[in-house]
């Protein structure tokens, strides 16, 4: 198959970027969307022109690295699908595709689709310790979890932060992915000491990143690659709002 | 959002229920403005605790107004380069009319005000009984009135759809199956709260209520 790409280019982080467009030919349709970008990169190289940076890594669906904004949509429009998973017999031959990093101001664009994704690093960090006793793994069964609170946990434990929420969301807000790690601890009765001024913590510096506010659109669910509630968010509000008291 | 959302939800409530007293008579209707006036009335002035509730409603919708406002600026500056393409994915009408759809509501308070409160701008004038402003300000003659009254109804319910289980939401009182129901919940509020608040005007308009 064929297609037309248009990719955001921008060399660094000082240039003003703008969209470029380039054409993919004998594109198959097993290869994954990273892979495309692969076979287009070799031909930009031999070409002696620059490869389009993007951010990839395990290419399984499980890192969090790869994302990137396919014709307007995080991680294209296959629903709970990231991008190195997304594959091309999800496009029409001849089809136009839009490419764009995400956009929010405390991702900057590093290159071209590559976002500096630090300041989720510093929301975890915010969140500090959890108090288990170190040593040897404790029994399975030493401290009871009920199976729904279990459930719940590892349905918000399994963000991968690729930053996707943030990218969808009309407000730049970091809501999802921040209610997603405040969540899975705050279930769980390993999280219960920090549990208030984890949440605090965490959304103090949400805020202070520069993220924008929640208004409950829904936009981040619907396009996270691993399908994290919008749950998560009202047991953050829960949390941050007893932690304020 | 939340809290001072919640205040106006409550208002518009008893706003409605107060407008379909038109049904039972003119008499009906002039009667519960004067009881709104002279409630509690040895222990407080004539309008006391009208005057209140006034304070407390203008409080929330400068309040609101605020939160909005803020939350507006934030996603501004979060999102300082656009999106050459963006599509939503997530469902509902209503999340992507609320700004908008807030400012327009609030705009029509303001004509809202003059024509049946202040009866300004409404040929029963300012020194008649409210149930003649209600009457003669919808009459068949002044159906643009009326037009202009039922798009702001309709706004007003797509706002509160969103608004009133987002409230819930913001507040951490949603959590698996109970999303669905207050949802639902918000849902029918609405609904039902337009249909209230249409009842009177159309049925003026059309001469049921004369």
């Not at chain 2, 003119?26 to 407080?44: D, G, I, K, M, V």
């Given at each position: 198959m064929d297609l037309t790409l248009k990719v955001w280019r921008q060399s660094g982080p000082d240039d003003a970027g703008r969209m470029v467009t380039y054409l993919a030919k004998d594109v198959s349709p097993d290869m994954s969307f990273l892979e495309m970008l692969d076979v287009v990169n070799e031909k930009l190289i031999l070409e002696g022109d620059d490869p389009i940076a993007f951010d990839h890594d395990c290419r399984e669906g499980i890192c969090g690295?790869?994302?990137?904004?396919?014709?307007?949509?995080?991680?294209?429009?296959?629903?709970?699908?990231?991008?190195?998973?997304?594959?091309m017999r999800h496009f029409e031959d001849g089809a136009e595709i839009t490419i764009e990093p995400w956009r929010a101001a405390p991702f900057p664009v590093i290159k071209d689709l590559v976002v500096d994704?630090?300041?989720?690093?510093?929301?975890?960090?915010?969140?500090?310790?959890?108090?288990?006793?170190?040593?040897?793994?404790?029994?399975?069964?030493?401290?009871?979890?009920?199976?729904?609170?279990?459930?719940?946990?590892?349905?918000?434990?399994?963000?991968?932060?690729?930053?996707?929420?943030?990218?969808?969301?009309?407000?730049?807000?970091?809501?999802?992915?921040?209610?997603?790690?405040?969540?899975?601890?705050?279930?769980?009765?390993?999280?219960?000491?920090?549990?208030?001024?984890?949440?605090?913590?965490?959304?103090?510096?949400?805020?202070a990143e520069g993220f924008g506010g929640c208004t409950n659109t829904g936009e981040c669910t619907a396009v996270c690659p691993k399908g994290i509630p919008l749950d998560t968010i009202a047991q953050m509000n829960t949390d941050y709002l007893k932690a304020s008291r | 959002m939340a809290v001072t959302g919640a205040v106006m939800v409550g208002f518009l409530a008893l706003?409605?229920?107060?407008?379909?007293?038109?049904?039972?008579?003119?008499?009906?209707?002039?009667?519960?403005?004067?009881?709104?006036?002279?409630?509690?009335?040895?222990?407080?002035?004539?309008?006391?605790?009208?005057?209140?509730?006034?304070?407390?409603?203008?409080?929330a919708v400068v309040l609101h107004m605020w939160a909005a406002i803020t939350l507006t600026r934030r996603a501004r500056k979060a999102r300082p380069v656009k999106y050459v393409a963006k599509k939503s994915q997530a469902t509902g009408y209503a999340t992507h009319i609320m700004r908008w759809g807030g400012v327009t509501i609030a705009l029509y308070i303001v004509w809202h005000l003059l024509d049946l409160t202040f009866g300004v701008v409404n040929p029963a004038g300012f020194n008649s009984a409210p149930?003649?402003?209600?009457?003669?300000?919808?009459?068949?003659?002044?159906?643009?009135?009326?037009?202009?009254?039922?798009?702001?109804?309709?706004?007003?319910?797509?706002?509160?759809?969103?608004?009133?289980?987002?409230?819930?939401?913001?507040l951490g009182w949603v959590k698996g199956e109970r999303r669905r129901i207050v949802k639902l919940g918000a849902l029918a509020f609405s609904a039902v709260l337009v249909l209230g608040f249409l009842a009177p005007p159309l049925a003026i308009m059309f001469g049921v209520v004369k």
């Open positions: 690295m790869c994302g990137m904004v396919i014709n307007g949509v995080a991680h294209g429009e296959q629903r709970a699908t990231t991008t190195c998973q997304l594959h994704r630090s300041a989720f690093d510093r929301i975890i960090q915010a969140g500090g310790f959890v108090s288990v006793p170190a040593g040897s793994a404790p029994d399975a069964h030493a401290v009871p979890v009920r199976k729904e609170d279990a459930d719940d946990a590892f349905d918000a434990a399994t963000c991968i932060g690729c930053g996707a929420c943030v990218a969808a969301c009309p407000n730049g807000s970091a809501s999802l992915f921040t209610a997603a790690k405040i969540t899975h601890l705050s279930l769980l009765p390993q999280g219960q000491p920090e549990r208030l001024i984890r949440a605090k913590a965490m959304v103090d510096q949400m805020d | 706003h409605m229920l107060g407008n379909l007293k038109i049904f039972y008579g003119r008499e009906s209707f002039n009667e519960y403005a004067h009881w709104l006036r002279t409630l509690l009335q040895p222990f407080l002035p004539y309008r006391g605790v009208l005057t209140l509730l006034e304070i407390g409603l203008f409080l149930a003649d402003r209600m009457i003669e300000g919808f009459q068949p003659g002044r159906w643009w009135v009326t037009a202009v009254y039922v798009i702001a109804i309709i706004l007003v319910g797509l706002h509160l759809r969103h608004g009133i289980w987002s409230a819930f939401q913001t």
